[in-house]
């Protein structure tokens, strides 16, 4: 069993930038690759970014390539998300996520392969 817990949300101006935290806890955190997600207002939970269990692969959403990005500290059982440029459409809830690090490529990253997920961290960009 893997418990998540993010941190690092908040209320941002546009173009400006924050940077999440996803603490894992309760079971060897470096055989999981690790994904964030996001939920906006009315809208279904979207992959933003994955990093792979051994942290040497990547993975990004299309609507963030080049201003997000997700790196891992293995040692401190700890992945972040960095978000630069924000816009308002980055508005919603960020989620970050855990799946079994047998799985390789960037195919891994789907919700239904997600197997702990944690409750969430709200992130409010204004125009």
């Known amino acids: 069993q893997v418990q998540l817990v993010e941190s690092g949300g908040g209320l941002v101006q546009a173009g400006g930038s924050l940077r999440l935290s996803c603490v894992a806890s309760g079971h060897t955190f470096s055989g999981y690759n690790m994904a964030w997600f996001r939920q906006g207002p009315g809208k279904e939970r979207e992959f933003v970014a994955g990093v792979s269990w051994g942290g040497s692969r990547t993975y990004s959403g299309d609507s963030v390539k080049g201003r997000f990005t997700i790196s891992r500290d293995i040692a401190k059982n700890t992945v972040l998300l960095q978000m630069n440029s924000l816009k308002p459409e980055d508005t919603a809830i960020y989620y970050c996520?855990?799946?079994?690090?047998?799985?390789?490529?960037?195919?891994?990253?789907?919700?239904?392969?997600?197997?702990?997920w944690g409750k969430g961290t709200l992130v409010t960009v204004s125009s």
């Open positions: 996520a855990a799946s079994d690090g047998t799985c390789s490529g960037s195919g891994c990253y789907v919700r239904s392969l997600m197997d702990y």
